[in-house]
């Protein structure tokens, strides 16, 4: 696994590019990983490791956005997406 770092890096250039969202993510799965490239690292999330399934809605409807992510990577994504606030303080400044 690559430093954090580095990480924390790849995903802040992939969200500034618009190739991950920076926005909530509409699901969040878990379970063993299915072989998949990381969306954030690009290494394949092996059937041994616990990977994420990230699926985000699209306007308009029609399929899923679906990312595979690492759960390392996928707290980095968080971090990076948040700007380090956390999504408990996300969820606090949202009105009810």
């Keep these: 696994m690559q430093e954090e770092a580095v990480l924390r890096a790849k995903a802040e250039e992939k969200i ?5 969202p920076k926005r909530v993510a ?17 290494q394949p ?3 041994a490791e616990i990977e994420f399934e990230v699926q985000f809605a ?28 956390g999504a408990d303080d996300e969820r606090s400044e949202s009105p009810r």
Excluded at 26 to 42: F, M, Q, S, T
């Design 26 to 42: 509409d699901r969040l799965w878990g379970g063993p990983g299915v072989g998949e490239p990381c969306a954030v690292c690009e």
């Design 16 to 20: 500034n590019k618009g190739t991950l």
């Design 58 to 85: 699209k306007d308009g409807g029609g399929p899923l956005d679906v990312f595979h992510v690492h759960t390392r990577c996928y707290a980095l994504w968080e971090l990076v997406r948040t700007d380090g606030a």
């Design 45 to 47: 999330v092996a059937k």
